[in-house]
Structure formats: C-alpha cells, structure tokens
C-alpha cells in the first residue's frame, strides 16, 4: 500500500499493466471464451509481450482468469489498472492491445466492452 488520502490507503499496482484472460471453460455446454481458445490467444499474448520485452521491469503481467461473468459477450480481456474491458476475434486484434495500450498507452476504442 502506498499513501493515504483522505484517511483512504492509495493502493499502488505492482505491474504498469496487468492483462487478465478469460480462460473459463463451462462444462454444461453455455458460452464462455475457452469456446474460442482464449488458452492458446493468452499464452500468444504472453509470449509476445516477452519478445518485446514488456515483462521486464513489472511493466506488464499476462495472467489467466477464471470466469469474468461477460460470457455472451466473450471473448474478453481485461487490463488493470485502468479496468478496460477488450472483446477479441483474432490475433490481429490482440496485436492491437499490445501494440497500442501496453506500448503506447492508448486503448483501443473499437475492441472495448462498454
């Protein structure tokens, strides 16, 4: 924890940013993002950001979720600290995120869940 404000800790993120992937596989059949390998699109994620060195420094930490309760609405990500909400289709869109929130720090505004 860092200071405090107002009698209120302000809490500090360890990671500049911190990528959760939606890796929930339902076993009685209703939609979830394992139905769209997202295993596989958060391990890419991980490796690529360790190609371009992001993971050095806790600049940025790519972790699995269990379910994030936007099923219908899946696949999704999530980055902390700013709580922006991403639903992906493809690799492409995941370079997206990569290239232009975590690089650059600019959300990508046609991948977000509102």
């Avoid at 995941?94 to 046609?110: A, C, M, Q, S, T």
Wanted: aromatic share 8%; hydrophobic share 30%.
């Amino acid at each position: 924890m860092g200071a405090s404000s107002g009698g209120k800790p302000i809490i500090m993120s360890y990671y500049q940013y911190h990528v959760f992937f939606c890796t929930n596989q339902r076993s009685n059949g209703e939609a979830c993002c394992q139905d769209h390998d997202a295993q596989s699109m958060r391990d890419y994620a991980k490796q690529r950001c360790k190609e371009l060195r992001l993971h050095k420094d806790n600049r940025v930490r790519i972790n699995s979720a269990g379910c994030l309760n936007r099923c219908a609405r899946g696949p999704v990500v999530v980055v902390y600290p700013e709580g922006v909400w991403y639903r992906w289709e493809q690799r492409a869109d995941i370079d997206e995120i990569i290239d232009n929130h975590l690089l650059k720090g600019e959300p990508v505004k046609r991948l977000r869940l509102e």
